[in-house]
């Protein structure tokens, strides 16, 4: 397939567990475009696992090493996927918008606590403050997601193929049952 989307990149953007290292991956490789996990580079340069980074340098310092690492990607023609809680730094979800068309892929509460009811969520390597609930980060992201988000894809009930094919269709030049947000 030729390149449809130029130098510019895609930014996928979401709760965990919604998908966007494993639909970034198949549209990369649908797209003919680079992958970029932030979750990964952020485990390469601290050497560790997330939720070891999150335990030794708490919320706080956990996003502000996430937003530089952000702000020294530089890449075109590559799909990224970002962690969770990268929506919370203005300054990297700026740099990202600079180059990137950003995509929130958009799957309910009862859905994401459903894909993750077998995960250990601190294990997951998931930005909660203490004293917060899964639900209350949900809550309090989601708004930042809309906020960001070129496009949104309710992901729910769809299965992978349907989500692949309707953000190639963004891309390609088919809108169906894409909204684009506001």
């Not at 917060?132 to 906020?147: A, F, H, I, M, S």
Request: hydrophobic share 40%; aromatic share 8%; charged share 25%.
């Amino acid at each position: 397939m030729d390149k449809v989307h130029g130098e510019k990149n895609i930014v996928f953007i979401g709760m965990a567990g919604c998908g966007k290292s494993t639909i970034g991956v198949l549209i990369a490789k649908a797209l003919d475009m680079a992958f970029i996990d932030t979750d990964h580079i952020m485990e390469h340069k601290f050497g560790k696992r997330l939720w070891q980074i999150l335990e030794d340098i708490g919320s706080k310092e956990f996003i502000i090493q996430e937003s530089e690492v952000i702000c020294l990607l530089d890449c075109t023609n590559s799909v990224i996927s970002t962690g969770g809680s990268a929506v919370y730094s203005d300054k990297a979800m700026s740099f990202l918008k600079q180059n990137a068309d950003i995509l929130f892929i958009d799957l309910s509460y009862p859905n994401i606590q459903k894909r993750l009811e077998n995960t250990d969520i601190q294990s997951r390597g998931i930005v909660i403050d203490q004293g917060k609930t899964l639900l209350d980060v949900y809550n309090e992201r989601n708004g930042l997601y809309r906020k960001y988000a070129d496009y949104t894809i309710d992901a729910n009930d769809k299965s992978i193929e349907e989500l692949v094919a309707e953000i190639t269709g963004i891309f390609t030049g088919s809108t169906i049952d894409v909204e684009e947000a506001n």
